[in-house]
């Protein structure tokens, strides 16, 4: 299916708000880990959401250049053509942007949509995300107030991250401690910044414990819990209905399925999965490695098996091992079988 238009996109989160499920969202950084997707999903019967970082971008564009807003387009361009040959709908979105990042990476991506608009087309990315969750809150919540018209003019929707996921990701680290949970008080000054959707749609990342990457047992809290207190009070200060904030999962890797059904009952659409995908890609080609090792190598002289060495051997490999961990995503999400938005 061509990749989701904004109609189609609000179509799907808000089916997965009021059907209780979420959308997986798998970051890639190459054309095999993004056919591996379309593969996962489609045999899930899911759709989806495909999103690439900074560090994804700069791979995209070229490993020896930093051109992370090439990389971005150029993962979009191919995204929009192969997934017309799959019957599922993805959204595309851009992943951890930092203050830093702002102007060589979000802002030339939004540029670029808004002369697609303009042209009456579609914008290239769906969503964009701002990470304001390395500078104090008061102006996180101003530059978000600052992109989220322009992301309202072209359809967009925005991602805000209020409060602080620790560990590691392309360069953005954090310490694991307390501010790792946000606060109610957090949330209601975002509301009073960003309004409800009048000013443009926008889901929020609320930290609850979340860390990226994989970590032993017992040193991440996952507090999932905390959720339903911020949506409560919220609920209860604005007079709203149930879950009113749309809610982004990061750093669910190694979280419990427990854990995730319950960040999903308080309200979370999204969840971001990152590590787990690129354990599974890797691990296969690995294997693959190991036991032909005489043909992927020129053991002793002889001349290996090229049928063997060939890229696209390994590749198909990896991207089906790497499918198999996306399908895996869309059962724990609730997201399997639901696809035509």
């Avoid at 946000?182 to 929020?204: C, F, K, P, S």
């Avoid at 020129?298 to 091992?321: F, I, Q």
């Amino acid at each position: 299916m061509p990749i989701a238009t904004p109609e189609q996109y609000a179509e799907m989160l808000d089916k997965a708000k009021a059907k209780g499920f979420a959308y997986p969202a798998f970051n890639v950084s190459s054309s095999q880990t993004l056919n591996a997707v379309l593969q996962g999903l489609t045999e899930a019967g899911s759709d989806g959401i495909i999103q690439v970082t900074t560090g994804g971008a700069d791979y995209f564009a070229g490993h020896t250049v930093k051109a992370r807003a090439t990389g971005a387009l150029a993962f979009a361009r191919f995204a929009h053509e192969v997934a017309k040959n799959y019957p599922v709908t993805v959204a595309l979105h851009t992943d951890h942007c930092p203050k830093n990042a702002l102007d060589d990476f979000v802002l030339p991506l939004i540029a670029a949509s808004e002369e697609e608009v303009k042209a009456g087309r579609n914008p290239i990315f769906q969503s964009h995300m701002w990470d304001g969750s390395a500078v104090p809150l008061t102006e996180n919540l101003e530059i978000a107030k600052e992109i989220l018209p322009r992301i309202k003019a072209i359809n967009a929707i925005l991602e805000v991250e209020i409060g602080v996921v620790g560990g590691e990701e392309d360069g953005v680290s954090h310490d694991i401690n307390d501010s790792l949970y946000t606060t109610l008080d957090d949330a209601i000054q975002t509301v009073e910044a960003l309004g409800w959707g009048e000013n443009g749609r926008y889901m929020a990342a609320l930290t609850f414990g979340n860390v990226h990457g994989v970590y032993a047992p017992g040193n991440v809290k996952l507090k999932p819990e905390l959720l339903k207190e911020i949506q409560d009070g919220l609920s209860e200060k604005y007079g709203l209905g149930a879950k009113p904030l749309d809610l982004v999962f990061h750093g669910g890797s190694g979280s419990t399925d427990a854990e995730i059904a319950e960040a999903v009952a308080n309200g979370v659409i999204k969840m971001n999965i990152d590590t787990d995908t690129q354990y599974a890609y890797t691990r296969a080609v690995a294997g693959y490695m190991l036991s032909n090792y005489e043909g992927v190598l020129k053991v002793d002289g002889s001349v290996g098996n090229k049928k063997l060495y060939d890229p696209r051997a390994w590749g198909k490999v990896a991207e089906t091992a790497m499918a198999a961990r996306v399908a895996e995503s869309t059962r724990q999400l609730g997201s399997a079988g639901h696809s035509g938005h």
